[in-house]
């Protein structure tokens, strides 16, 4: 039986200092793809008040034995990337141009290389390409928004966007880099149905009043981007609601990449391996095999086979097949759910090689996908969001039903 709910989702804007942390990760990333699309990347960043540091494990390995450092500028990478994102004010503690940076970037330990690798080894049971480490990792779908994502997590997004998209425009000089945004919708029979609140918080200048900051973030945010249907006379808005938010970014709190990771995903509505993404190249199955759960999903509710769905795999390190994976539609099913699992195991290769292949996740894009969520973009990059297994998918559950 059905019961009414609220369902709360939150995103961030560039200037969160976890997403300063995350979106140098997956710059530093793209950089190494693009000198060869080979590397072995992971890649941390920790920011607070005018200090960053970089750890982490990189192998490059079309510069052979050369040191890193003489193919990547990793002070020019990361003062550009927090200049792009908007911290180069000059009353800026956290600033692009002075901020102190600590190298630490190492190259892969040769053991989790020789897992990885698509060779034979000692101990290792097969010479085919592995997965670069253990764990499980799950994709989702649902139909309550065009998106084909949970209607909470892309309203929150579309906030964070906006205020971004603004505030580089220059029309409101008072905004500045840190944000966040958070959308709770009520569901009647499990259906998104209306927005009870929304609450917006963002950083600024010390100038503005909050009286401006209200009004401007209801009229020209929220009545902007949100679906005029889904608020009402009773939907709350709680704009800056501690009063002021002068102190942001990485001066006002500890940045460090992946610790948006619900952000990331699905706002809560679907269940999460635990792994980040950002800084990872497409080996490390946290990344990959996330964004081929979300291809599998959406497939199979784009099919009609289901209007929710979720994914789980689950893998070994060094080794190419899952160790498992399940299928459920929360009862949303069309036909039956053994069935859909059956026939996603025929349209589907979960082989990190074959995901990689497929996904062609060997490109320099990881930069999209750092802001606003990895899923429920529209970009042609961004290829785990395509329909081109949808019609497979759908033949396969056809050839299932006749036997």
């Known amino acids: 039986m059905s019961r009414n709910y609220i369902f709360s989702s939150e995103s961030v804007g560039e200037g969160h200092p ?38 982490g494990e990189i192998t490059i390995p079309k510069i052979g034995k050369a040191p890193l450092d003489s193919v990547l500028n990793i002070g020019k990478i990361v003062r550009d990337t927090i200049r792009e994102i908007g911290y180069d ?54 139909d309550e928004t065009k998106e084909l994502m949970p209607a909470p997590i892309m309203y929150a997004h579309l906030l964070a966007r906006e205020l971004t998209r603004i505030r580089k425009s220059g029309k409101v000089k008072w905004l500045r880099p840190d944000a966040k945004s958070q959308v709770s919708v009520e ?37 902007k981007v949100l679906p005029s ?59 990959s095999a996330a964004y081929m759960g979300r291809y599998v999903a959406k497939s199979v509710v784009a099919a009609g086979l289901a209007s929710r769905c979720e994914v789980q795999v689950a893998y070994a390190i060094g080794h190419p097949d899952p160790v498992s994976i399940h299928i459920d539609t929360f009862g949303t099913a069309t036909v039956p759910e053994d069935l859909i699992e059956a026939a996603v195991k ?9 995901i990689i292949k497929h996904l062609k996740l060997r ?19 961004i290829t785990w969001e395509k329909f081109d297994k949808v019609a497979a998918l759908s033949k396969a559950i056809e050839i299932l039903l006749v036997k």
């Open 187 to 223: 569901y009647v029979d499990g259906k998104p149905t209306r927005i009870v609140n929304v609450v917006i918080s963002t950083q600024h200048t010390p100038a503005v009043t909050h009286s401006e900051i209200e009004k401007f973030c209801i009229e020209k945010v929220i009545r």
């Open 346 to 354: 025929k349209t589907f290769d979960f082989k990190p090689a074959a």
């Open 89 to 142: 004010n000059d009353d800026d503690v956290f600033h692009a141009d002075t901020v102190f940076i600590n190298n630490i970037l190492t190259k892969q330990s040769d053991h989790i290389a020789q897992g990885v690798d698509a060779k034979k080894a000692e101990g290792k049971k097969t010479s085919e390409q592995g997965a670069g480490d253990q764990g499980l990792m799950f994709g989702y779908a649902c």
């Open 229 to 287: 249907k889904m608020l009402t006379k009773e939907t709350e808005f709680l704009i800056n609601p501690t009063g002021t938010f002068v102190i942001g970014g990485p001066q006002g709190d500890t940045g460090l990449t992946g610790r948006k990771i619900i952000v990331d995903t699905y706002g809560g509505m679907g269940r999460h391996g635990g792994g980040a993404f950002s800084g990872k190249d497409p080996t490390k199955v946290d990344r």
């Open 363 to 381: 490109r320099p894009i990881y930069s999209k996908t750092t802001n606003y969520g990895h899923f429920g973009k529209n970009d042609p990059d």
């Open 18 to 55: 976890d997403k300063v942390c995350d979106t140098i990760s997956d710059a530093i990333l793209d950089a190494c793809l693009t000198i060869d699309p080979l590397s072995r990347v992971a890649c941390e960043t920790y920011a607070k008040s005018n200090i960053v540091i970089v750890g």
